[in-house]
C-alpha cells in the first residue's frame, strides 16, 4: 500500500494537476516507454513519498514566481524525477480553482489586458468627476439650478442599481461579455450627454451613461479576482484606484475567460428581472422626495410623504423578492452572515455618502465663491487627485508585502474624517495652501481604505462568491453616494435660497435670476459679495453633512476582520 497522496506525472503535457487519490499509489508510464515489468511493479513507499516531496517542491517554487494555479513544468525536469511516467500528481490540497472564470495569462498579456481595464475606469470615473467640475455651465446654459442636484444623482441611481446585477450577470453569461456589454452602454450614453439640448435631456442621458459605468467599475474588480491572486491583488487594485481607469481593445483581443455554459435563453431566465426592477423603482422613489423636500415641495407635504412611504414600501417588496422569490438573487442574504461582510457593505455605504458629497460640491466653490472658471476648477481639484493616487499605489504595494490592510482601511478613514471636517473651515479668501492641504488629506485618506476595502471582503468569501460580494461592495457605496448626493444637494439648496432671503426681500427683482443660475450678476460690488457669501455659507453646510457620514465608516470599518490573503489562485474559505 502505497502513500495516501501518489504522485504521477505527464512528460507529454508538462503539466502538474491536483488529482485526489485514496488508499494506494501507482505509477502509470507512457505508451512510448512501457514495458511489462515497468506496468505490474509496484512503487516503493520511500519512492513514492519522495516522488511526492520533490513534488510539492516544484509546486511551491513556481506557485511562488508566477502566482498561477497551473504549474508548468520543464519536460526535461519532468523527466529526471520520473522517466517516462504518465498520469496526475496529487499534492493534497482538499479545494478546486473554480475552472469557469479564472484563468491565467503570461505577465506581458496580463499587462496589456490591465492597462486595458484602466483606461476603461479611467473614462468612467472621468465621467462621473468631470460634470461636478461643469454643473455652473450646465446650470447657466439650461437655467436648472434647482434641477442640478439631479445630474449627478441619475447618474449614481443607475450605476448603483446595475452594479449588483452585472456582478450576477458576469456569473450567467460570462465576465468578457458583461463587460463589453457596460462599455457599449457608458458609449451611448456619454454621446447622449454631448447631443442634450435641455436639462431633462442631460439627466435622462447621465441616467443612460450610468448603467454602463457601474457595469465597468463592478466588472473591472471583478475581472482583475479572476486574474490575479488575492495576495498580489493589492497591487493592481492600488493602481487602478489610483487612476480610476478606460478602454475595451485589449481586453477583446487578449482577455480569454471560458464562455459560461448555457444558452441564451437559459441564461436570460437566471436574470434577476423582477429584483433589479423593483430595487430601481423603490430608490427613485426615496430620492425624488429627498431632492424636492423643503426647495420644491414643504417636508410634510402630502406628495413628499407618499413619496417616501411609497419608496420604502417597494425596497421591502424588493426584500421579499430577494430572500422568496429570484432564483439567482442580485443581493444574496447569506453573505450577511459574516460579520466582516456586513462591515465592508456598511463602511461603503457610507464613504460613498461622505465622499461623493465632497466630490461634487467642491467645484463649486472654487466656480461660484472664488469665480474660477471649469477648467481652473479642475486643476484646483487636483490635490486631491494626487493625494489619492499616491495613497492608493502605496497601500496595494504594502498590502501585497506585507499581507496586511486593517491597518490601511483604519487610518485612512480616520484621514478623510479630519479632512471632511477640515472643508468646513474654508471662506471666500482662504489660502491656496490651506485648500491644497484640505483636499491632498481627503483624497490620501480616501486612497488608503478604498480598495484596501475590497481586498477585505474578497478575502472573507469563497471564490465562488468573489464576483457577487465585489459587485455588492461596489453597489453599497454608489448606492451611499446617491443618498449623500440627494441629501447633501437638498441642504445645499435649501441653505442657498434661506441665506438669500433677506437680499430677495430687499431687491426682489434680482430673485429669479439668482435663483435660476449660479451666476452672481452684477448689482454692485457690495450685492454680489453678499450673494457669493450665501453660497459660502451653504456650501459649508453641505460639508458639514458628509463629516457624520464619514465617521460613521470608520466605526463600522473596526467591525472587519482580518483573512490571510493567499498567494496563489485558489479558493478562499468563508469566514
Known sequence: MGSPHSPSISSDAATVTI??????????????????SSASLPISNDKAEYIEHQQRQFQKEELLQQGQGKIELDQQSVGSISSGSHGNIDPGPPEQLNQDQVTTLPFKELMVVFIGLMLAIFLSSLDQTIVSVCTTKIANEFHGLSEVPWIGTSYLLTSTTFQPLYGKGSDIFGRKATFLF???????????????????????ARGIAGVGAGGIMSMV??????????????KYQGIIGAVFGFSSVAVIKLLHLPH????????IKRVDVYGCVALVIGLVLILLPLNWGGSTYAWNSPLV??????????????????????QEPIIPFYLFKSRTNSAVFLTSFFVGMGFFGVMFFMPLFFQIVRQESATASGLEMLPLIVGLLIASISSGFFVSKWGQYLPFIWSGLAF?????????????????????????????????????LMLAIQSSVATKDIAIATANATFFRTVGSVFGVAIAGTVFNNAVKNNLRP???LNPAIAEVILDSY??????????????HAYMLALRQAFRVCIPFMGLAFLCSLLIRHHKLRKQLGPTPME
Request: charged share 15%.
Open 416 to 452: 478623510a474624517t479630519i479632512a471632511t471636517g477640515l472643508l468646513t473651515l474654508l471662506e471666500e479668501n482662504s489660502s491656496r495652501g490651506e485648500i491644497i492641504g484640505y483636499l491632498f488629506l481627503n483624497g490620501f485618506g480616501l486612497g488608503f481604505s478604498m480598495q484596501t
Open 503 to 505: 437680499l430677495i426681500e
Open 221 to 234: 474588480m471583478i475581472i482583475i479576482t479572476d486574474l490575479v491572486s488575492l495576495r498580489d491583488r493589492g
Open 305 to 326: 410623504i407618499g413619496l417616501f412611504c411609497a419608496g420604502f414600501a417597494v425596497l421591502i417588496i424588493f426584500i421579499l423578492i430577494e430572500w422568496k422569490v429570484a
Open 182 to 204: 457596460a462599455i457599449s452602454i457608458f458609449l451611448i450614453g456619454s454621446a447622449l450627454c454631448g447631443a442634450a439640448q435641455s436639462m431633462i435631456f442631460i439627466i435622462v
Open 19 to 36: 488529482q485526489q487519490e485514496k488508499g494506494h499509489t501507482t505509477a502509470e508510464p507512457s505508451s512510448t516507454s512501457r514495458t511489462p
Open 260 to 267: 459560461t455554459p448555457g444558452s441564451l435563453k437559459e441564461k
Open 519 to 532: 451666476k452672481a450678476p452684477s448689482f454692485g460690488k457690495e450685492i454680489e459679495a453678499q450673494i457669493l
